[in-house]
C-alpha cells in the first residue's frame, strides 16, 4: 500500500538525504538544481532523472550553461514503499543514485555499488 505523505515531509525527506552527501563531494557537486515532481510525464515509475552533462563530460564549451537538473518523483516512490521508513530509504538511494549520475557514473557499477 503506497504511503501517504505532504509534500513538505517529502521534500524535507529529499533535504535530508542530501544532507548524507558526504562533505567533500558535496563540495564538487557542480551547477545543479535538485527538484521533486509528482510524477515523471512519460515514464510513470521513474523514480529519479538526472539531466545534464556530467562533471566528467564537461569541457571548455560548458560554461555559461543552464544549471542541470535531478528530479526526484514523489508519487513513483511513495507508491513503492509501505511505511516511512521504507520512503526515508528509497529517497536517500534515489537522491545518491541521481548525484552519482552527475559524477559520471553509470547505472551498471552503481548495481555494483549496491546504488541500484
Request: with cysteine; charged share 30%.
Amino acid at each position: 500500500m503506497a504511503v501517504r505523505m505532504s509534500p513538505q515531509r517529502f521534500d524535507e525527506l529529499v533535504s535530508d538525504a542530501l544532507d548524507h552527501v558526504p562533505a567533500a563531494l558535496a563540495k564538487a557537486i557542480d551547477n545543479v538544481v535538485v527538484l521533486v515532481e509528482d510524477r515523471h510525464p512519460d515514464e510513470p515509475d521513474l523514480l529519479g532523472l538526472y539531466e545534464g552533462i556530467a562533471l566528467t563530460e564537461r569541457d571548455s564549451t560548458y560554461s555559461g550553461s543552464l544549471p542541470d537538473t535531478i528530479t526526484i518523483y514523489r508519487h513513483a516512490l511513495l507508491e513503492m514503499c509501505d511505511t516511512e521508513d521504507d520512503v526515508i530509504e528509497e529517497v536517500t538511494v534515489t537522491v545518491i543514485h541521481e548525484i552519482a549520475h552527475h559524477f559520471g557514473i553509470d547505472d551498471e557499477r552503481l548495481h555494483e555499488l549496491g546504488w541500484a
